[in-house]
């Protein structure tokens, strides 16, 4: 592994995870190496999602309880980062101002209610992909709570 492989897969999981990794370099080329490296990430993000949904399943709770498991990990696993970022674009977009103001709207560090009523549907429509997908079994529902992690990074590149 080349070494601006290694501080790619560093700037990756040190920018979009909170798993304790020191990021030594903050340069273009680290950063865009980082973003090539997001879906890895977002591979580990997505199996520790599928872990306690399947955990959950195997131990009798209800396919409805694992999908919210598998909901949360990685909304804590990445501070929250797309869903802020979701929020954000969201309160912009549906201010209805022009585009400087919506800006401004978007760097503010509060949510307003279209970003409440996105966060709201956008989990909600998650947690009901990933309870059907549980209902139809523990292997389904990882494999979707992986896959979704992955096609997320996969973005980034």
Known sequence: MTSL???GLRFAFGTLTVLPVR???????AARAGMLCAPLAGLVVGVFAAVP?????WGGAGPLLAA???A????ALTRGLHLDG???????L???KPAEDALRIMKQSDIGPFGVITLLFVLLAQVAALQRLYAEGWAQGAV???ASAVVARLALT
Do not use: I, K, Q, Y
Not at 23 to 29: C, K, P, Y
């Open 5 to 7: 492989n290694s501080h």
């Open 23 to 29: 990021v030594t370099r903050w340069d273009r080329e």
């Open 53 to 57: 949904g399947a955990l959950l399943l």
């Open 68 to 70: 919210v498991a598998s």
């Open 72 to 75: 949360a990990v990685p909304a």
């Open 86 to 92: 979701l929020a954000d674009t969201a309160d912009g």
């Open 94 to 96: 549906g201010s209805g």
């Open 144 to 146: 979707a709570a992986v």
